[in-house]
């Protein structure tokens, strides 16, 4: 045990290290591009005051050529003119000195003007768009922290029940030689021993190897997301703080040269350098040398290594079992899922080329032929233009923004698709895997298939309303820390429904959601024997919490939440909303933390289900949270789904612990428990499973009292991964009230008083399957179809109902009365008032 946490903490920190390392790498990532706006902002900015002093030093220099020119051309006027080939030549030396004076205050006023102005701009835009790029770069490293987290979170998920699995094993290897040193006489005892120890080796097989895919998956999915981000995201991040920049900087560089160009013939070869250096502007040729210069900070950092638990040799996803039934579903729910994504996203890629070419375009429509200052038509059409040129602006500034929107999505879209890829490139391999004739070797696994049992029966029920009624008065008279249909539709969704698209927002049925709500009242659990919609599931859990007389959250606390809901720092907010939540009566607070544990599991799920916590505060939060009659709904609305979004990020931080508080604890990994399940046989097994005798029926708790009936019923314990399975004090309400417990016994509490008392009844499912088991293969005469076995199973029931009303008739008359009390505690430091 020692060597396996050694283990533990040794992975532990090799995650924690790189993790850390690729947090220190995405800082500095932040850093590179900050330092990468500044020299661009600081080559704009030399740029500027380049050309305008270049403006001032072409200025003075064409007004000393026109002083010249003059000068020597008024001493040529108070003389003859002369018509020799000398005074020609002084003539056309003026003459061109002259013009060269008109072409260097052109370029000067070029400099000064119209070269100017769009580098301003090009440094207003180009700073916005480094901005939102930046913006959009954390949110994609938080978006891949996240991913790391969760795939750490699954990591430790899977070590924790495979330590179960190895500590499991290793009691049954110590029994089976127990077994083989014993003698004959405790044969039987160590049998049902080992018996037992299978059972519980199986059940957190099946634990560990769920827990080892969302391990394997969430690996994948980080692993993946790293590549992409290093890969591709990157690249686009940069090519989106510098659009435009190369190209407004090209344009004014090639009007500049132009101009040089006209005036200046004979530099020719210096002014060749300067165009191929212009010429040689590449915005991608830049990009690719940026990341070179820094390749240590936006190198990819290493793959994320599987590290198995101890002796764990399985190390790919796999489809055994009943995880085959659920790796099989997810795998078609993210294929549909992924092929949706992959349409939008690839409709955002096109639409964000599109906005590209536009801001490009936009961008490229500036005026900057530098002949149209040197005349007076020139500068008349020049301030004809400027009115267009606010209207430009305005353009440009909307078509940036939707192309930064753009850009985002396709981002973010396109880190979605690769995680979603990742996923179901392992389930597929998986599932191919699992039909191959060849395929994975049956292990710790039976050819039965299982469905949960209806354990209740409407003839046992008791005062107090589940719907429109108040929950502590129902916890106080059940026994039940959480109520049955909040636990019952919890394990449905965890079972089918955390990939389903759109749970808890897309409606069900209102026909089947008044069904199973009239079903639930009975006392019965609808969802145990029958297929149901998965929203109309999800709507039922809703309007459960929506028709309480008392909300969940009580009214008079309601002002406290949404008030530290504001706090801005993390760790005070949890720890305020802890202060407040604390004062709550134990029993909501079991309820809660075990309804806000759930919820942030199926918001882990949001790349396949799109239900994020503020998705899904949405849809509770008015459930959950009410306010007075006074106050404004539509300002405390958003304040609600605020409030229940940070509850449900941060639940972990507010509610207790189960050291702290005992009580039923959502657990993420579920399967049917043993007790809430029943066996569906295959074809070969059908027609024993379907054949009775009349001598072999037995009823009542002679069939359960059967060692060979505990015995059976242990070898098929396949139980709910839900924390009631550890711990079953916890669905006792107290001394007088009753209890359920999920095991073929119902405990249903009658109105408490002295003529009342506490009793048990076996399950109708319980005692038909111990008859079958009972039942000798060859003491069965003929094949029984289907209508008489449903015949029979009604006689059991009316048999059972009987047995119970004579049984609760004989002990009420004995029976104390007494009252439950709610429980005091403390968490927190505060103890309850």
């Known amino acids: 045990m020692t060597s396996n946490v050694k283990l533990r903490k040794a992975g532990l920190v090799d995650y924690e290290t790189q993790i850390k390392e690729v947090r220190c790498q995405l800082g500095e990532q932040l850093k590179v591009l900050d330092v990468t706006l500044e020299q661009k902002s600081q080559q704009l900015q030399d740029l500027s005051d380049y050309l305008r002093r270049r403006g001032e030093l072409e200025s003075e220099y064409a007004r000393s050529l026109d002083k010249l020119a003059e000068r020597f051309t008024s001493r040529l006027k108070r003389k003859e003119p002369s018509g020799n080939s000398v005074a020609q030549v002084w003539l056309a030396l003026l003459s061109h000195t002259r013009q060269e004076s008109k072409d260097h205050s052109g370029l000067s006023e070029s400099c000064s003007n119209f070269l100017i102005q769009p580098l301003t701009h090009c440094l207003e835009y180009t700073q916005r768009l480094a901005k939102k790029s930046k913006d959009i770069c954390m949110h994609l490293q938080d978006g891949l922290l996240k991913v790391t987290t969760e795939m750490q979170t699954a990591w430790r998920t899977y070590y924790q029940y495979h330590s ?57 999915a980080a692993n993946s997301s790293m590549k992409k981000y290093y890969l591709h995201d990157i690249s686009t991040l940069i090519d989106c703080a510098d659009a435009g920049y190369h190209l407004s900087l090209g344009q004014v560089m090639q009007a500049y040269l132009s101009g040089r160009t006209r005036t200046q013939q004979n530099l020719g070869r210096g002014l060749q350098q300067l165009q191929d250096t212009v010429s040689g502007l590449d915005q991608v040729q830049d990009r690719d040398t940026l990341l070179q210069e820094h390749n240590n900070t936006f190198c990819m950092p290493l793959r994320f290594s599987y590290q198995p638990h101890d002796g764990d040799q399985i190390s790919e996803v796999i489809a055994e079992c009943e995880v085959r039934f659920e790796l099989e579903t997810r795998y078609r729910q993210i294929q549909s899922r992924l092929k949706v994504v992959s349409e939008e996203t690839d409709e955002v890629f096109k639409s964000m080329s599109a906005a590209q070419s536009s801001l490009l375009e936009n961008i490229g429509d500036t005026d900057l032929d530098p ?135 897309v409606p069900g049925s209102q026909m089947e959601i008044n069904s199973l709500r009239d079903a639930f009242e009975r006392g019965e659990d609808p969802l145990a024997e029958r297929k149901c919609d998965l929203d109309s599931v999800a709507g039922v859990l809703k309007l459960y919490f929506r028709s309480l007389e008392s909300p969940l959250v009580p009214i008079e606390s309601t002002g406290q939440l949404l008030e530290h809901a504001q706090i801005k720092n993390e760790a005070e907010r949890a720890a305020q909303l802890r202060a407040v939540i604390s004062s709550f009566p134990e029993p909501v607070v079991i ?130 991964n839900s924390s009631s399975s550890g711990d079953r004090s916890r669905f006792t309400g107290g001394p007088a009230g009753g209890s359920v417990a999920l095991g073929g016994k119902f405990v249903f509490p009658n109105p408490v008083g002295s003529q009342c008392k506490p009793w048990l009844v076996n399950s109708p499912g319980s005692v038909h399957k111990q008859l079958q088991h009972n039942l000798s293969l060859e003491d069965i005469p003929v094949q029984v179809d289907k209508d008489v076995c449903h015949h029979m199973d009604s006689v059991f029931k009316e048999l059972l109902l009987r047995q119970a009303v004579q049984t609760a008739a004989s002990s009420s008359a004995s029976s104390p009365s007494g009252q439950v009390p709610q429980r005091k505690g403390r968490w927190d430091g505060r103890s309850r008032k």
Do not use: W
């Open 371 to 505: 002949g149209s200052g040197s005349s007076q038509e020139g500068s008349t059409e020049n301030l004809l233009v400027k009115p267009s040129v606010a209207r430009r602006r305005a353009n440009l500034q909307e078509v940036e923004n939707v192309y930064i929107t753009r850009a985002k999505e396709y981002l973010v879209g396109s880190s979605l698709v690769c995680k979603l890829q990742a996923k179901h490139d392992q389930l597929k391999a998986a599932v191919e895997k699992a039909e191959a004739p060849n395929g994975y070797q049956q292990r710790l696994c039976g050819k039965t298939m299982r469905f949960r049992k209806n354990h209740s029966c409407s003839a046992l029920t008791h005062n107090h309303k589940l719907f429109f009624g108040d929950m502590l008065s129902f916890i106080q008279a059940t026994g039940q820390q959480v109520p049955v249909i909040v636990q019952s539709c919890i394990c449905f969704i965890n079972l089918h429904g955390l990939h389903h698209e759109g749970i808890f927002r």
């Open 164 to 220: 179960e699995y190895v500590c499991a094993e290793g009691k049954l290897k110590d029994a089976e030689k127990q077994e083989e040193k014993q003698k004959q006489s405790a044969a039987k005892k160590l049998e049902r021993l080992i018996e037992k120890r299978q059972g519980k080796v199986q059940e957190i097989y099946l634990k560990c190897s769920k827990a080892r895919n969302e391990y394997l998956l969430n690996l994948a």
């Open 591 to 720: 309820v809660m933390r075990y309804l806000f544990a759930f919820l942030h599991h199926v918001t882990e799920y949001s790349d396949e289900n799109m239900m994020q916590p503020y998705n899904l505060a949405v849809c509770f939060g008015p459930s959950l949270v009410r306010y007075g009659k006074d106050d404004d709904a539509v300002t405390l609305q958003p304040q609600i789904n605020a409030l229940v979004n940070n509850i449900i990020v941060q639940h972990e931080s507010i509610f207790p612990s189960q050291r702290e508080l005992q009580g039923p604890v959502y657990e993420k990994c579920m399967t049917l428990e043993q007790d809430d399940c029943e066996p569906i046989i295959e074809e070969g097994e059908a027609e024993v499973e379907n054949t009775l005798g009349k001598d072999g029926m037995q009823t009542g708790n002679s069939a359960e009292s059967s060692p060979a009936a505990v015995a059976h019923k242990r070898n098929e314990r396949p139980r709910c």
